[in-house]
């Protein structure tokens, strides 16, 4: 390696280093500011759960220290969702210089549509899943029991919940991606279209909790998806060596 392009390389490493310290400071920053309401996140977050729990019902902490950590954990979480959109322009300023021209005009648009479907993904589990899921698995079990959920456990729950959704809705921009790149075709996609429904379910099942109304709720969105990929895959075609 000569000493132009070792030179080079390291100079490429240092600007990875400082776009990465510039994202970890994003994420820093929105934290420090939603620290405060770290516990009025945490109710914004329960509500589709507290709304189904009988009268007498309230959630509990089985840990001393739940009461404290839960909250702050679920804000640390939300600081890096909301920090998405500067992480990206991070990575984006990153590679942006290496890419041709038409790269850029294709790839700009598919990054913040992956931002938008992301916050849809979640958006939709919050308000369109979750009240469903929880209404159900609060309405089974003995009457003489008495459902009193822990906090922590819920939190775990509902964080799974919103990356499995948030991830799933990126099928499409992961479809276009593929179609680009020249990895895949839209009619070779579609000849699969049976694997795939399988697989819908098949991934769903590892992605969301052991039960059938909660894979269903998944896999749906994601064939869903997986079709509008398949029309939104048709404007990206892979780039010929002239156009490049």
């Known amino acids: 390696?000569?000493?132009?392009?070792?030179?080079?390389?390291?100079?490429?490493?240092?600007?990875?280093?400082?776009?990465?310290?510039?994202?970890?400071?994003?994420?820093?920053?929105?934290?420090?500011?939603?620290?405060?309401?770290?516990?009025?996140?945490?109710?914004?977050?329960?509500?589709?759960?507290?709304a189904k729990l009988p009268s007498n019902a309230t959630m509990i902490?089985?840990?001393?220290?739940?009461?404290?950590?839960?909250?702050f954990k679920l804000t640390l979480f939300v600081s890096l969702f909301l920090a998405i959109p500067f992480i990206l322009h991070q990575l984006w300023s990153f590679i942006a210089p290496g890419l041709y021209q038409h790269e850029k005009r294709l790839l700009m648009p598919i990054l913040a549509a992956s931002v938008l479907l992301f916050y849809g993904g979640i958006a939709f589990c919050y308000f369109m899943v979750l009240p469903i899921i929880l209404g159900f698995f609060t309405s089974v079990g003995p009457e003489m029991m008495t459902l009193s959920p822990d906090i922590s456990s819920?939190?775990?729950?509902?964080?799974?919940?919103?990356?499995?959704?948030?991830?799933?809705?990126?099928?499409?921009?992961?479809?276009m991606l593929l179609c680009?790149?020249?990895?895949?075709?839209?009619?070779?996609?579609?000849?699969?279209?049976?694997?795939?429904?399988?697989?819908?379910?098949?991934?769903?099942?590892?992605?969301?909790?052991?039960?059938?109304?909660?894979?269903?709720?998944?896999?749906?969105?994601?064939?869903?998806?997986?079709?509008?990929?398949?029309?939104?895959?048709?404007?990206?075609?892979?780039p010929t060596q002239q156009e490049e």
Not at 185 to 211: C, H, N, W
């Open 154 to 175: 819920y939190l775990d729950f509902a964080l799974k919940m919103f990356f499995a959704f948030g991830l799933a809705f990126e099928i499409p921009v992961a479809i």
């Open 180 to 238: 680009w790149s020249g990895a895949t075709t839209t009619q070779s996609l579609r000849e699969k279209r049976p694997y795939i429904v399988v697989g819908a379910f098949v991934v769903a099942m590892f992605l969301t909790p052991p039960d059938v109304l909660s894979q269903t709720l998944l896999a749906v969105p994601m064939l869903l998806l997986f079709e509008l990929g398949l029309i939104l895959a048709a404007f990206y075609t892979k």
């Open 61 to 71: 902490a089985t840990d001393v220290t739940a009461p404290f950590f839960a909250p």
């Open 1 to 50: 390696m000569s000493e132009t392009t070792q030179s080079g390389f390291i100079a490429h490493l240092v600007e990875l280093r400082d776009r990465l310290m510039c994202a970890l400071f994003s994420i820093l920053v929105v934290f420090l500011a939603l620290a405060y309401f770290a516990n009025d996140i945490y109710a914004f977050v329960a509500d589709p759960l507290v």
